[in-house]
């Protein structure tokens, strides 16, 4: 690692480009992104850091992967890379598809779009067109997306909604705990209430990475199928094995109605059970749902090297031994709490500020995380972490909270 001061000059002058013709949006420290190998990623100055956020997710497999290498070697010389991908077919498209078939529940299909927000919209469009605009209920601290639909199912933070209209929703707390005294509480609202679906993560992702109860989720399964009401798990952040499985929904025997993943996957995806399809074939569509060849060839690519190489596995092994060393970390400087799955781990902290001072450190130091909810540290290290990373990291956040 390196540790000079940072932004170094060339970051300092991309940062300053992006501040003058940019909207200035949620960056977290002044990191300028331009190569990176393994675990680690690189600034324009040299800088290394090891990455334990693997871009909220969305790079599983670390970078410069030789299997991603060889997928874009493949289509360096294609000039037909970027495609209406909903009005045309193409190889890869078909591809992405059977082989995302293979790690879904059964007699599930999949519908392609560009984003984790266009994947929530287009899930709860497919439970509207079944059930009708009925309020969906959708949980407290849950983020499912900054589009006007999923964003009104959204509710981690006031600035992501201030004067933006609503769709109409009633809320429920997300149990983390089966001893909750408002466990219950979807089912009291259906018993009253027409309802369209109901939308909730496993562990929610912006909200501050909480685990839900295992009662609370086969509850929500419980009452969907009682009532007749589509459940839809967004698992957008937690799909394509950050938790140990492909999907969170597998540590607690369930199965959903509808899903929507993006991120590890490359594109956003809306998964449903057959029965839920619109018999209209325009119902959903994009001209960029599908249309990036690149983009799904890398997912198709993905999900087979995760099978390979065993790293589901790794995420699991790898993530135990993270929060064994992150759980004695608790109860020093500020530190209240470890808590995850896999490799997707929440550090809580007494007061927004001690955070927000820790992320600051950890980036100068060489290590990259993230905040999440309101004061929490959120981890999320790719899939093909090494046990020295793991190490690696813990030792500078022990450094870091020595010196705080």
């Known amino acids: ?41 690189e600034d324009p100055d040299g800088n290394k850091f ?22 874009l070697a493949e289509y360096s010389t294609n000039g037909t890379h970027k495609i209406a991908g909903q009005d045309f077919y193409s190889k890869e498209h078909a591809d992405l598809a059977e082989t995302v078939s293979t790690i879904l529940p ?67 707390k997300f ?10 509480s979807a089912e009291s609202l259906l018993k009253e209430n027409k309802i369209a679906f109901i939308l909730t993560e496993v562990v929610q992702g912006e909200g501050g990475y909480y685990v839900a109860s295992k009662k609370f989720i086969k509850n929500l399964r419980r009452c969907a199928t009682r009532y007749g009401v589509p459940l839809i798990l967004d698992e957008v952040q937690s799909g394509i094995g950050h938790t140990g499985k492909w999907w969170a929904f597998e540590h607690y025997g369930v199965t959903p109605d509808i899903m929507s993943t993006a991120k590890a996957l490359q ?26 060849r690149i983009d799904m060839a890398m997912g198709a690519r ?16 790898m993530g135990n031994l993270l929060r064994r060393g992150l759980q004695e970390l608790v109860g020093k400087k500020g530190v209240t709490d470890v808590r995850g799955l896999g490799l997707m781990i929440g550090l809580e902290f007494d007061t927004r500020s001690r955070r927000e001072k820790m992320l600051a450190k950890l980036f100068r130091n060489g290590l990259l995380t993230l905040g999440a909810g309101q004061k929490s540290l959120r ?3 790719p899939l093909v972490i090494t ?11 022990n450094q870091v909270l020595s010196r705080d």
């Open 1 to 41: 690692m390196m540790n000079h001061n940072l932004p170094g000059p060339n970051s300092r002058r991309i940062i300053n480009t992006m501040k003058k013709y940019a909207y200035d949006s949620t960056f977290v420290y002044p990191l300028v992104i331009a190569n990176g190998h393994d675990c680690v990623i």
């Open 50 to 71: 090891l990455d334990f956020t693997s871009n909220i997710g969305a790079c599983p497999i670390g970078y410069s992967h030789p299997d991603v290498m060889e997928v």
């Open 106 to 172: 059964r007699n599930f299909k999949t519908f392609f779009i560009n984003s984790g927000a266009e994947a929530v919209e287009n899930a709860i469009k497919i439970a509207y067109r079944k059930m009708g605009p009925l309020p969906g209920i959708s949980c407290l601290g849950a983020f499912h997306g900054r589009t006007l639909g999923a964003l009104s199912f959204t509710s981690s933070k006031p600035v992501h909604k201030y004067n933006f209209p609503e769709l109409p929703v009633k809320r429920i």
């Open 175 to 184: 149990c983390i705990k089966d001893d909750d005294s408002e466990i219950d």
């Open 267 to 292: 594109v956003g995806a809306t998964m449903y059970n057959k029965k839920f399809e619109p018999a209209d074939r325009s119902a959903l569509s994009s001209t960029w749902g599908g249309g990036s």
């Open 302 to 317: 993905t999900i087979k090297v995760i099978k390979r190489d065993r790293l589901l596995e790794n995420a699991t092994k």
């Open 379 to 381: 981890i999320i290290p």
């Open 387 to 397: 046990k020295d990373q793991i190490e690696q990291g813990l030792s500078i956040m």
